[in-house]
Every structure is written in C-alpha cells, then in structure tokens.
C-alpha cells in the first residue's frame, strides 16, 4: 500500500479509481467491511482501490472541547488499513481551509479532480463538506452527475448493537477490552514511548516501563492488568502493568507502569506497544513500601498465569 501524506504529495492526479472514505479510528469490524468492500469492487472493475482519511479527527479542529481520544495511532490505522487490501491511503490535512468545502467542492476537488472517483464508499451515517452538509442522501443524489457509483455500506453488528468507535471507546474506558477487541476485530494496543520514572520499581525489584502515550489514545481504567508487551524490534513479552495515580508515592501522578517478565534491558526513548490482556485488581493504597512490593510480587505471579493461559508471545532476553 503506498501512502499519501497531503493530497498535494499527488504530483499525478489518479485517472480512476474506487474511493472508501472515513476517518477509520480504530479501523474496527465496520471500517473494515467499508474496506473491503471498496477493494472488492475496484478489482472487478480494473481500477485501484484508495482509502481516503484524514491527518486529525474532524473535531480536534472543529469543536477541539468535543474531540474524542483515539483508538489507534496513525501507525497502526495506517497498518490496518494497509492490511484490508487497499492500494493507496491518501491522508488529506484537514485544515481550516479544507473543512469550509462545500459537498460539491468535495465531490469535485478531492473525489473527481485529485483520486478520480468512479466508485465512492461510504458507512450510511458518512457525513462531509462544511457544516457537514453532505450526506449519503446527497451523494446518492449526484451520482450521475459527477459520474460515480455510490456504495453505502451498512453498520457491522456486533453482540446486537453496531460496531462504531465512539462504541469501542466507551468499552475500554470500562475495562471491556475483550468486548472492545470483538468490536474491533483486532487486538487494542496502547502505544507509547519509555521514559524515565522517579524509579521506585527498581528500588522495589520490579523494574517497570513508564509509557508516554504517541498520541491521545483512550486508556483503560485505573488498575493492575496482565498485558503483552511488543518492543520496536518485534519481540513480545508478558509483563503486569498498572494503571493510575501510584497512591504510594505522594505527587508522583498518572503514569502507565510495565513490568515485562524475564526481560533485563534499558529501553529507554523506544517504543512499544501494550496489549491488555486481564484486569488483575483496582489501583490500592497501602500502608507502607513493603505492602506495595509484597502484593506486586502476587501481581507478577498472577499476571504470569493469565499469560501463559491466554498467551504465549516468544520471549528473549
């Protein structure tokens, strides 16, 4: 899949092709049959299949106070997208310019001018041009004026309801990952960078993993979880995070801590990735350092176990 970053890194407009548009945060089950459906149809007709997204939620520009968190960040949309079989992502910049289009000046800037729109698909809540003027009504209205064939495609069901990210998130700020992931149809991973902490799991035995998130990415509660951990060069590990304000050490703040299992290195400035597999148990006070180090120790065994029983990553050290 080649990615276009700004509809001007088009230096040559496409001829024709089928155009899936969406913001595709999470890429969950229904992004993913939008997808699909748009790579199926550009390969009967002969034509490549582009996926059309943008450089920010809609609303981060728009109405920034309403913005929603992201489920994935642009790497792993990008990842997940690439996986469905499209031939090109075209992420545009939704800028202050862009969002005053019209539906028209859409259709025809972006859809006709620049990726040469013979078949355009969209989810049937799909909403675009300014005020978001434009819905599957319109588009289904133009069609044959601009010369495209509309496809709406209807929401994915999952557990009787439809799957949709505001969905996805509301499931995970509740500690339903395993729920989130059949939304999904994917795992979640929270992705970050490792910095420098003030070190109290060292001093404990339990050297952790301080996560600084990539983007604002939605994060399951406060708590102590079994995850998976996957590294920048590929390697997993099991490992027990924890989640919140560490009322052990006053001051210190929200942090997202990992200890990974039979792992020795400093990983510092890398990126990783957090699968969260269990909730272990919420965050807890306790009265003294010894407390906390005793019942991390129980934390680390009982996290082991969901590991071993639920996943089996290949670890090196």
């Not at 997204?53 to 990008?78: C, G, K, V």
């Not at 210190?252 to 990992?258: L, N, V």
């Amino acid at each position: 899949m080649k990615i276009f970053e700004g509809l001007e890194t088009l230096t040559v407009p496409f001829s024709r092709a089928t155009v899936a548009i969406g913001t595709f945060d999470g890429v969950h089950v229904g992004h993913q049959a939008l997808l699909r459906t748009a790579v199926e149809d550009a390969r009967a007709a002969g034509r490549p299949a582009l996926a059309l997204t943008f450089d920010r939620h809609p609303l981060e520009l728009i109405a920034p106070e309403r913005a929603p968190e992201y489920l994935t960040t642009p790497q792993q949309r990008n990842r997940l997208i690439a996986a469905t079989g499209v031939d090109g992502l075209v992420i545009a910049r939704f800028d202050q310019e862009f969002s005053c289009l019209s539906p028209e000046d859409f259709i025809q800037q972006v859809l006709k001018r620049w990726l040469g729109a013979e078949s355009v698909v969209v989810g049937t809540n799909f909403g675009f041009g300014r005020e978001r003027a434009g819905d599957v009504t319109y588009l289904r209205e133009v069609q044959s004026r601009f010369q495209f064939v509309l496809h709406a495609v209807e929401p994915v069901m999952v557990g009787g309801s439809p799957a949709s990210s505001t969905r996805v998130r509301q499931l995970i700020r509740a500690g339903q990952i395993e729920e989130a992931e059949r939304v999904l149809g994917h795992p979640f991973w929270l992705a970050g960078t490792v910095v420098r902490g003030q070190q109290l799991g060292r001093r404990l035995g339990f050297p952790t993993a301080n996560l600084a998130l990539t983007v604002r990415q939605v994060v399951p509660p406060d708590g102590v979880y079994a995850v998976i951990v996957t590294l920048d060069d590929g390697r997993s590990f099991g490992g027990a995070c924890s989640i919140g304000n560490r009322p052990a050490v006053p001051g210190a703040g929200r942090s997202i801590e990992t200890f990974l299992f039979d792992f020795s290195e400093e990983i510092y400035d890398r990126s990783l990735e957090l699968r969260f597999l269990r909730k272990l148990r919420e965050e807890w006070s306790f009265p003294s350092l010894d407390a906390l180090q005793q019942q991390i120790a129980r934390d680390v065994q009982e996290a082991r176990a969901v590991v071993t029983a639920l996943y089996h990553p290949e670890q090196s050290s």
